[in-house]
């Protein structure tokens, strides 16, 4: 009884998170029309002309990390017209077999669970040999991952956790380990924590102790388990000969939780809970392993400590505006960010990520700084996170198309190159291989590849946001229209039973239907696509919301973009604090806008260190800001000031006809909310967005010529 009542507090740390999604920052990114005065239908843009290798009227540049500063980045232009070609090879071995649950002694004492999988002969004998190990580190339960294994496609791209068939048969060896905190391993969670990152080493000793051990390793895994590939390939140990990464994080605070300084109650209500009950839940475990029943209860106990000791008082202080939770004071952060180790990693490394994906803005970031160090190749794939990852799993044997590979086949010529010296071409696929939204006429998603990101030909092309809601490559000559939004009041939070529903509520759908957006699909990891697809659509022109909608004249010709994008924004508040939302949408003709991609931004943390930004000839294109305490500054309320917003990278064509959108609301509420503070400084504040010609609104997108996309 008392460790299920223990246990029901993962549903109060849902309800917690939720319950601030619901109190905070009230109205999300509207969706909706044109907004006031809308015009438009007058004003064209037309892509840059490309001025050629080399040519530059400035210094394009890498984007920095907290150690790092910006560095020139010229572009890398071999193996440009590469084409993907699928690649298989057949089993070598005609079965598997699973050994028994196994536990690693950590160099602290502590015990990792461990399942082990091996090729084998007809009768499920194990091949007497050596093998290089595929190894991946888990939160999500090995057990779990072994049982999904055994029911799912041949995935082998994916490293879900399970035993891979596929690629065992092939002369593997599958390794899953419960990482510390999780599973039927020891520990409280630690979040990728130091504590994580050590029993990652004493992971990778264990298996070169063992005797079916070749001494080579291949690091991959999905989400969780590729974030954790990639601290352990950072720690350059010299067995580890490459690694295979899908959808991993780059920099926790910039990727997710703090994006423009403010915290994703939406993510964390529902991964956090998911990821804890997994570990506080181990009745299959002790079941299926009765002979250590008693190490996997005592470990239980372990992870359901740690809801008190280590999640409850993380949330606690995010949300109650520490320093070094809710700022990027100190190394709590720094320490859990891959991009900061990225450049630790000396071996030839695969990132796969998605075009919606929670990590959408560090998977290229993880592919930039890997790029100049090791060999490296990036896949950008449609979709949110989950959404990603089911499609690899259902569709992995799918022939080539849309100049994109199958799923299966990818992990295989990677190792084998890479683990068994087979001369599989890995090293000859494309570079730099992007999903691009509305380039497909067919419904079918489309890629285009190219020999680096961001793209050699990339330009920048800056747009100017007038008083009447056009959007132009010309500046304000004049005093023009402002406009206002109101930011959103923080309705009270229910409790007892109803907090419940609202949970539950925040799982479907949210409690306000014109608050329907790509954003809520982005930060569920895609599950709520099933149930209600309309949230990859806006609601028409017609339907006037909240939001301030800029547009373009309608495109006399495909308008191309691929890289990250930066929108400055001169606004005035009435309050001292103020949020500001910022989304690009392809507008068809039909009227319907399509978001493409957003950012978001607390004003009081617009310093930029502009040592750490990425400039694309000499344009700032994606700013670095520092969201720590010394970099804070509220605002003056009535005095304006310029507000750099970082928008998350994207790769999309605005065809001929269409129109492109620049949305500005005062709220996002699924990609960030305020935390109790900030809150208190933004209740009933007056945004005012202004576009003259002191105070020049605008945006500046990476624009590409139309001539790629054929």
Not at 116 to 126: K, Q, T
Not at 142 to 160: R, V
Not at 540 to 562: F, H, P, R
């Amino acid at each position: 009884m008392r460790v299920k009542l223990r246990v029901a507090r993962i549903g109060a740390l849902a309800c917690l998170v939720v319950g601030l999604l619901t109190a905070c920052n009230g109205d999300s990114d509207s969706d909706g029309g044109a907004g006031a005065g809308s015009a438009g239908s007058s004003v064209s843009v037309v892509a840059p002309s490309y001025p050629g290798p080399g040519a530059s009227s400035g210094a394009t540049t890498t984007l920095g990390t907290r150690a790092l500063t910006s560095q020139n980045n010229p572009a890398i232009t071999s193996n440009g017209a590469a084409k993907w070609r699928n690649y298989t090879r057949a089993a070598e071995y005609p079965n598997i077999v699973k050994l028994p649950l196994q536990f690693i002694t950590t160099r602290t004492g502590q015990k990792l669970g461990v399942l082990v999988a091996l090729p084998a002969d007809e009768n499920g004998n194990a091949i007497a040999d050596t093998f290089p190990v595929i190894l991946t580190q888990n939160a999500y339960r090995i057990d779990l991952g072994n049982a999904l294994s055994s029911l799912l496609p041949p995935a082998s791209t994916l490293g879900i956790g399970g035993a891979d068939k596929f690629m065992i048969r092939r002369g593997y060896v599958s390794v899953t380990v419960d990482s510390l905190g999780s599973g039927v391993s020891d520990g409280k969670l630690d979040l990728f924590g130091p504590l994580e990152q050590a029993a990652y080493a004493d992971a990778v000793d264990w298996v070169l102790q063992q005797p079916w051990s070749n001494g080579k390793i291949g690091v991959a895994g999905t989400s969780y388990l590729g974030i954790s590939s990639l601290f352990t390939a950072a720690q350059q140990h010299p067995s580890i000969k490459a690694a295979f990464v899908n959808v991993p994080m780059g920099d926790p605070w910039r990727d997710t939780i703090g994006t423009g300084g403010m915290l994703n109650a939406w993510f964390i209500s529902n991964w956090l809970p998911l990821t804890q009950a997994l570990s506080v839940f181990n009745d299959l475990a002790i079941s299926t392993y009765p002979q250590y029943a008693d190490q996997i209860r005592a470990a239980t106990q372990e992870h359901i400590a740690a809801i008190d000791d280590v999640l409850l008082p993380l949330i606690d202080n995010a949300l109650s505006g520490v320093v070094g939770y809710a700022t990027d004071d100190g190394d709590f952060w720094s320490v859990r960010s891959p991009i900061e180790q990225a450049r630790n990693i000396q071996v030839p490394t695969f990132v796969i990520g998605s075009s919606s994906d929670i990590f959408q803005r560090n998977e290229p970031l993880l592919y930039e700084q890997l790029k100049r160090n090791v060999a490296a190749k990036m896949l950008i794939v449609p979709g949110a996170h989950a959404e990603s990852i089911l499609a690899a799993l259902l569709n992995s044997n799918n022939p080539l198309e849309n100049g994109a590979p199958a799923a299966t086949g990818l992990l295989l010529q990677w190792f084998d190159k890479y683990l068994k010296d087979i001369d599989s071409g890995a090293e000859k696929q494309p570079t730099v291989t992007q999903y691009v939204a509305g380039l497909s006429a067919t419904g079918l998603p489309r890629y285009l590849t190219a020999s680096d990101w961001p793209h050699p030909q990339a330009v920048p092309q800056r747009l100017y946001l007038h008083g009447d809601m056009t959007l132009s490559t010309s500046a304000p000559e004049g005093n023009e229209a402002v406009h206002t939004l109101r930011e959103p009041p923080a309705p009270v939070v229910k409790s007892g039973a109803n907090r419940a529903g609202t949970l539950l509520r925040g799982w479907l759908i949210p409690s306000d239907s014109s608050e329907k957006s790509i954003s809520w699909l982005q930060w569920s990891l895609g599950f709520v696509l099933p149930l209600f697809d309309w949230y990859r659509e806006s609601d028409t022109v017609e339907k006037a919301q909240s939001a301030l909608n800029y547009e373009t004249g309608t495109m006399t010709s495909d308008y191309y973009i691929n890289g990250p994008i930066q929108a400055d924004i001169w606004m005035s508040s009435t309050a001292t604090e103020a949020a500001l939302s910022v989304r690009v949408d392809d507008v068809g003709a039909d009227g319907v806008a399509r978001p493409i991609t957003n950012g978001l931004m607390s004003a009081a943390f617009r310093a930029v260190d502009t040592t750490r930004s990425r400039y694309l000839r000499g344009e700032m294109i994606q700013p670095w800001h520092p969201y720590t305490i010394a970099s804070k500054q509220l605002l003056v309320p009535g005095q304006a000031v310029k507000v750099p917003v970082e928008i998350f990278p994207a790769a999309a064509v605005i065809k001929q006809g269409h129109k492109l959108r620049i949305s500005i609301s005062s709220s996002n509420q699924a990609q960030g909310v305020w935390n109790y503070p900030s809150q208190s400084l933004a209740n009933g504040g007056v945004t005012t967005i202004y576009n003259d010609v002191s105070r020049p609104s605008s945006v500046v997108l990476p624009v590409l010529p139309s001539n790629l996309l054929k």
